[in-house]
């Protein structure tokens, strides 16, 4: 039996799908998405107003690219913040782990 088709979830009073806060990784972004079944999400920062929209389209990008560590926030990608392909911010490995660092799963 086929899939159904993703259905857009309107959550907010503006219309702009599931709202969620600028902190949140990529990952999780993408996960929500995938929960949701959305293509976008309305990002809000620390007061709860709504600093921009982000799609699904766009953080797969990001994800795939050479620049993509898994400490990006959704703050970093509105703002245009995101490090260069060589550069990792703050003393950060190869594999996007401060040297010594556990590595968490989000």
């Known amino acids: 039996m086929p899939e159904p088709a993703p259905v857009t979830m309107v959550e907010d009073i503006d219309g702009h799908g599931p709202r969620v806060c600028d902190d949140m990784t990529v990952e999780v972004a993408l996960a929500v998405m995938a929960g949701a079944r959305v293509e976008y999400l309305t ?3 620390g007061d709860d107003q709504s600093t921009g929209l982000i ?3 766009r953080l797969t ?9 898994d400490r990006i926030r959704l703050r970093d990608v509105l703002d245009g913040s995101l490090p260069s392909s060589g ?8 594999y996007g782990r401060a040297p010594g660092a556990c590595a968490l799963s989000r």
């Open 55 to 57: 799609t699904q389209v």
């Open 43 to 45: 990002v809000c920062d």
């Open 61 to 69: 990008v990001l994800r795939d690219s050479p620049t993509y560590t």
């Open 87 to 94: 550069a990792r911010p703050g003393g950060i490995g190869a």
